[in-house]
């Protein structure tokens, strides 16, 4: 049976890893967002190596599994003399891991715009930058953005990996009272809730944004 006056008494400890998860979802999605850009930019330059680079980053990041990549940078990178916090650490992986997917994205929001758009705009003699962010970007940036809050919504879901590294979020807390008190439905059922109440909130903001750009373009 549920147990109301548990459940009630657990908030203060859920709370304080509902808190980590939020701080590394979004940080780890705006690290993602440069991320991304970057390398979209680089595999767009006029540098070979440079787009191979990139290539091979966006490759290398999505063929090994984002467990792998922390325990990495956790463990083994200090031996190095490269050395973070737990937390920052899981930031930055989660930062670096979902970047390689949100270049992907980029390039087809990019890709999805005529290339008539170009080649008008520079008749037109724009400056590279203008051509950037007064012709491509705003028609390139509404097919993004479902793709984009998918990704926000599944990075919190990434976050229970980071109690590998010492990093206890809401999963780690619910999972944490489990064991000590060997009740596991009233500390998993609140964690379930806090993470779908999240995820309804960023679904609403990301069709805000959608219905935002669509009255935009017309």
């Not at 701080?23 to 680089?42: N, R, S």
């Not at 930062?95 to 994205?105: P, Q, T």
């Not at 520079?122 to 509404?142: E, F, H, N, S, Y």
């Not at 780690?172 to 309804?200: C, D, H, M, Q, W």
């Amino acid at each position: 049976m549920f147990n109301w006056d548990f459940a009630l008494s657990l908030l203060p400890e859920l709370w304080k890893g509902f808190k980590i998860t939020v701080i590394a979802t979004l940080g780890g999605f705006a690290i993602a967002l440069m991320v991304g850009g970057l390398l979209e930019a680089g595999r767009r330059s006029g540098s070979r190596a440079v787009k191979r680079f990139c290539d091979g980053y966006i490759a290398f990041v999505r063929c090994t599994p984002l467990l792998v990549q922390l325990y990495f940078v956790f463990y083994v990178l200090p031996s190095y003399g490269i050395r973070f916090n737990a937390l920052t650490t899981g930031i930055l992986c989660l930062g670096l891991h979902v970047g390689s997917y949100v270049a992907e994205v980029y390039r087809a929001g990019i890709n999805s715009v005529a290339a008539g758009q170009w080649d008008a705009a520079k008749a037109l003699g724009l400056r590279r930058w203008m051509i950037w962010a007064r012709v491509i970007l705003p028609q390139a940036a509404p097919p993004m953005l479902p793709p984009l809050g998918n990704l926000f919504i599944g990075l919190f879901k990434e976050t229970p990996l980071l109690a590998a590294i010492t990093v206890i979020d809401l999963f780690g807390a619910a999972n944490a009272i489990a064991g000590r008190t060997f009740k596991y439905n009233e500390p998993y059922t609140l964690a379930a809730l806090f993470l779908l109440l999240v995820s309804l909130i960023a679904a609403f903001g990301v069709n805000l944004l959608e219905r935002r750009y669509a009255r935009v373009r017309r």
